[in-house]
């Protein structure tokens, strides 16, 4: 007889204490992901429902970054949007390592070919050519398909004698397709070049971030210029250009509010007030179009 040993009074199954542990378990709310956003602005977590289509923060009115399909629905008449070289897609041409991966995450995330959607539309019945860039396909970089896609828009127009708008948000040249990438510059800028020796008008609406390769060319050759609030448009990044001169920049620098005190930008428009805006820009030149002709 063991007159030193434990004996047991209480004996509990270890199947009931998890099927008590996961019951308990169960009954604690839970929250389902994407229902809350943070506004890196005022950096408040906002639910996500009070952001309207707009896309604006209900705390401070920061203008949060929009893909093409809600750019068209707040910009376009309703159903009025054709889009042009839907199917187009990059290659790899400088046999740059992983860079089709790269590609194909970019596209499963935001659900397009490239990082800019093109086509036409009417805004406020006026007919016109839109090209809508994308932060979010690998933050906007200007490839290949970029370029060509926006030059076969700036053409249609061209050819077709109709306006183009184009929205602008990028980070640059795509480095994984190095000079081929840089040459977009050009071609972009010789079409738009054509476009406007026909006497035809070109408007840029500048959003958050445009800089690089993109605001060195096409971005800043508009015959208008319009800029949503706070938008950071740059060629390079404040680090680079502080490490450069040695000197502290001012407050503000590169901010669309900085930009149109110094001439870059010729407007800032709000978001919500951004179609009625194109569209009076639209119909006056419409009617100066006619005057002439």
């Known amino acids: 007889m063991n007159l030193f040993g434990k004996k047991n009074y209480i004996s509990i199954e270890n199947r009931e204490r998890t099927k008590k542990v996961d019951k308990r378990k169960k009954a604690e709310p839970s929250i389902p992901d994407g229902m809350w956003i943070k506004c890196n602005t005022c950096k408040a977590i906002i639910y996500k429902k009070e952001v309207t289509e707009y896309k604006l923060c209900p705390n401070c009115d920061a203008h949060f970054r929009m893909n093409p399909a ?11 949007f054709e889009e042009f070289d839907q199917n187009m897609h990059p290659k790899n041409p400088m046999n740059y390592p992983e860079y089709d991966q790269v590609i194909k995450k970019a596209q499963d995330k935001s659900g397009i070919k490239e990082a800019v959607v093109t086509g036409r539309c009417t805004i406020h019945g006026q007919k016109t050519v839109l090209a809508i860039m994308d932060s979010h396909f690998m933050m906007g970089s200007m490839g290949s398909v970029v370029g060509e896609k926006i030059t076969r828009a700036v053409e249609y127009a061209t050819k077709h004698r109709l306006p ?3 929205f602008t948000t990028s980070g640059g040249a795509r480095m994984q397709e190095g000079i081929i990438s840089l040459m977009q510059m050009a071609k972009v800028s010789e079409a738009l070049g054509r476009h406007d020796a026909a006497g035809l008008l070109y408007v840029t609406v500048l ?3 445009t800089t690089g390769g993109v605001t060195a060319s096409f971005a800043m050759l508009g015959d208008i210029i319009l800029s949503e609030p706070k938008a950071l448009i740059g060629f390079a990044g404040q680090r680079v250009i502080k490490g450069t001169i040695h000197q502290d920049l001012p407050e503000g620098f590169q901010r669309a509010e900085f930009q149109l005190e110094h001439g870059f930008v010729d407007r800032i428009v709000h978001r919500e007030k951004l179609r009625n805006e194109l569209g009076k820009i639209l119909r006056l030149h419409s009617q100066t179009g006619r005057e002439e002709a």
């Open 70 to 80: 809600e750019r068209i629905a707040i910009t376009c008449d309703e159903g009025s």
């Open 207 to 209: 959003t958050d971030p």
């Open 164 to 166: 183009i708008i184009i």
